[in-house]
């Protein structure tokens, strides 16, 4: 399966029974090549810059009109702005200028939102940014671009956090932020069954990374911190479903199916998972990263991985003598791991493939 | 299905592919996951057992390298000035001795190579903390460069050539900023920026010797290391020139010195363009592009007068979109292939 001619692909379909027998147009992949990619990169950044100058454009206009000066003008403007983005996106969709136009568009209503409700909104502390998510979460149902999709997303998680770290304490908001976090990821192939999909786990995995970093770096530092049973047990508590529903996704979504996946991930999941749960999100996102050629989910991974340490190296409630014979342990861990699916998965698979 | 490696690349396309059939209703979702599974996207048993056999071990190592460090750190203070040295030294030869031992060829054995190089500027960098050798860091950049040389000439990498490149053009933004900055002879050079046109003489004269002598990139990442250095000449040739619109008119001093800088990098971009259009290398060519809208735009910003806003952003849209779109269209013209001529 290494040509790159979609009308093999299209027979393969249709042998497999998935799809009728291909006629002569086997699909979309057919059609005229699209440009280049440097030439769709050059369209698109002219599309943004465009989009800049009509906002700049805009922004002048309504500045001698003295538009901006309220909360609620603001708030207004932000809204007709993200109806302009949608509009144009979904009147544009395919032109890579417009769609980048349309970005231009939607970042700046957002920002404007942004600018009207922190006022509006003051009074009410942790509800400040929910009418602004409650925004994102419209426009990412109707505009179906994954790079707009990936941008919402990140947004919507991070302002989702942060009016959750300002009501709960946070250990209660760190988790419920995760849990939230991969109930979207599993959702929202569901949510946008038409393909662009991805754009909205990936940040999503990576947001999850990220919450688990800061909340959960390593048990060790946490118990060191506040030497609780009770307290450790609760930021295990919190991990382990985010990490078991994570599971799921790759099962769901990925396809690893093959019982050596789920052996491998149990055996994360269960073992790593408690003793270094950040670093284990961030292993699961680099395998899923690398075996379905996304390399931007493995890039996300291996940040995570540095943060990671970056963090314990100044948690300076442990010496680093201590750290580093952690360290050594997970490491240790970590290669029986290895050793382990090597051996007992490769029994697996054969037995697998046997059946 | 057979577990053999997935090229990333003719992967992507199959899942943009399955993608546009679903996002064009040709296939029903609900089918996707059989799709995915009938043109190879989803590995099999095998081929995800190894991956995470080797992602584990990979960590474990990882998470051993790290613990060294800490170990290092937490005994730091307590080591001489030799023992920090011989340590560092030793990291250097053992990364040196792996590479030799696996191959620069073998991914492992070209990872090892740059985490060698990487260890060479830990060693500068240590020694000017003992020696308190002064504060040059651009010192430090150009003898790390320099010593980075003969391996690099041996190895014949393209990701050991882009370290060495980002290492260089450090050393020279720091000359520039450090020692130029306060030059006598520099006045002569402020109607343009000289450090950008220092980085167009020294990204284009490695561009030329990496166009020229094309064994110097060895085997590795296909034109990453030309394609870079093009972009790196192209940014600095409309850095200069722009830096040189925008100049306050009124001076009398470097007007001469100017003008020449000016000139240079446009005979500098004039070439590239020529060159690259011959080789119908997109990617240069829209870079190339990119960077002639921006000075055509610091010509326009600099004839129009600005006390007009309303105007000014008029023109600016109107400009911005007419350009790229006519670049876009020439561009397209010239080869829908994306790959440089003769390129595999």
Redesign the interface.
Known sequence: ????D?SA?AE??AR?G??PAPAADP???TAA?A?????R???G???F??GV??L??FA??MASLKFFDTPEAATFLGLVLAVGAVLVYRLGAGGV?IEQCALAISIAAQITLAIGIGPLFKSGGHLTWWPLVAVQATMLVLV?NRLHRTLVCAAMVILGALSLRQVAAVAVWSAAAALAATAWAIAAPRLA????ADGAAAPVFGALAGLLIVQWPWTFVAWKANAGAAHLAWHWAAALPALVLAAGWLAAH????????VF?LAL?AGLLGLWLPA?TTA?CL??LG????R?GWAIVAALA?IVS?GFF?YSLRV???E???W??G??????V???L??GV??R??RQ??GS | MPSTPIGASTFAARRNWLDSLVAGGRLPGAQLQRARRALALIPDGALWQRLIATVLAGSGIALWAAALVFTVAFNWDALGHFSRFALVETCIALCVAATLWRGVDHAAGEALLIAACLGVGALLALFGQTYQTGADPWSLFFVWALLLLPWLLAARRAAAWILWIVVANLALGLYCEQVLGHARWMRLLRHFDASALLALALNGALLVAFERLRWLGGAGLQRAVPRLLALLTLTAAAAVLVAWIVTPAGRSDGIVAGAAGALAAAVALAAMVRVYLLRRDLVILSAAALATISVGYAILTRMLELGDAFGFFTLSAGYWIGMITGAVVLLRGIGVDGTAKGEP
């Open positions: 399966m290494n040509t790159t979609p692909w393969r379909l497999a998935i799809t699909g979309p992949g090549p440009a280049p990619w440097a030439v990169l050059l369209a950044v002219g599309g810059i465009g100058m009509i700049l454009l002048v206009g200028a179906r069954p038409r393909g662009a990925a396809g690893v199916t093959a019982r050596i996946a491998a994360a670093w292993l680099a395998v690398i075996g379905t050629a390399p991985m340490v190296y010496t680093l003598i750290k580093a014979v360290m050594a997970a490491g240790a861990a970590c290669l791991l290895a050793a699916v090597r998965g490769g697996l698979v697998e493939e």
